[in-house]
C-alpha cells in the first residue's frame, strides 16, 4: 500500500484512537476531528474504515521491519538473530493494542482484504531467516540442505507460537518460549563435525 504523508498522518491519528477506544469505536468521523478535516475530506485518501485498518496494519509490520532490522544487526549469534526476529514481531503486534480487538467478522473481512501485506511480509521474513541460515553455513556453524523449507518452518513456528500466546500476552513466559524454541532450532541446525547425532 502506497503511502503519501497525509495517509501517514490519518493512519497514526486512526492507531491512535483505535488503540484507546477500540476498532468498533473509532469511526471516520472520529479520525477526521482529531486531524481537524472534514470527514468527506478523509474519503480522498480511504474508501472506508477497512482501508484504514488495513493502513494501520500495514504500518506495523512496517514497523516490525525497522525493529527488527536494528535488532538483528545488535546481535552477534545466530540465535540471538533469530530470537530477535520473533521477538521484535511479537513485541509490535503486542503494543499494537488495536489487532487483539479485530472481532471475527472484521477479520474475516480483512483476511482477504491485507492477503498481499501478510504475504509480503512472510515472504520478507523468510528471506531474513534464510540469510542467517545460509550466514551460518558460509561460515560452517550450521549444516542442512533444505534452507528454504527450514526458514519456512522457523517462520511458521514463530506465527504459531504467536497466535497462541497473543490473546492472553505474558511478554516474560512467551519470551522464555521463543528462547528455548530458537535453542533448539539452532541445536538441531549446528553442523557436527563428530559424525554423532546432535543431542538437545
Known amino acids: 500500500m502506497e503511502m503519501s504523508e497525509k495517509h501517514v498522518q490519518f493512519i497514526e491519528i486512526a492507531i ?17 476531528e482529531v486531524a481537524g478535516i472534514a ?12 482501508q484504514v485498518i ?20 545488535d546481535k552477534d549469534s545466530y540465535e540471538s538473530q533469530l530470537t530477535c526476529i520473533a521477538l521484535s514481531l511479537y513485541q509490535s ?15 474475516s473481512e480483512l483476511v482477504i482484504l491485507s492477503q498481499d501485506l501478510v504475504n509480503n511480509f512472510n515472504s520478507y ?3 531474513k531467516i534464510e ?29 504459531g507460537m504467536l497466535q497462541s500466546n497473543i490473546a492472553t500476552p ?5 519470551e522464555n518460549k521463543i528462547q528455548v524454541l530458537m535453542s533448539l ?16
Open 170 to 174: 505474558n511478554f516474560d513466559l512467551l
Open 39 to 50: 470527514t468527506p475530506t478523509l474519503y480522498y485518501y480511504f474508501k472506508n474504515k477497512n
Open 125 to 127: 521474513l523468510c528471506v
Open 93 to 107: 503486534v503486542a503494543n499494537a493494542k488495536f489487532i487483539l480487538d479485530i472481532d471475527a467478522k472484521v477479520k
Open 54 to 73: 488495513k493502513g494501520a496494519i500495514s504500518k506495523v509490520l512496517e514497523t516490525t521491519k525497522e525493529n527488527l532490522e536494528a535488532g538483528i544487526n
Open 131 to 159: 540469510n542467517i541460515l545460509y550466514e551460518a553455513i558460509d561460515r560452517g556453524v550450521f549444516s542442512t540442505d533444505e534452507v528454504e523449507i527450514t526458514s519456512e518452518i522457523i517462520s511458521e513456528s514463530i506465527w
Open 16 to 32: 491512535e484512537l483505535m488503540d484507546r477506544n477500540g476498532i468498533n469505536k473509532t469511526t471516520l468521523d472520529d479520525i477526521a
Open 185 to 200: 532450532f539452532v541445536n538441531g541446525l549446528k553442523k557436527n563435525t563428530s559424525g554423532e547425532i546432535n543431542e538437545f
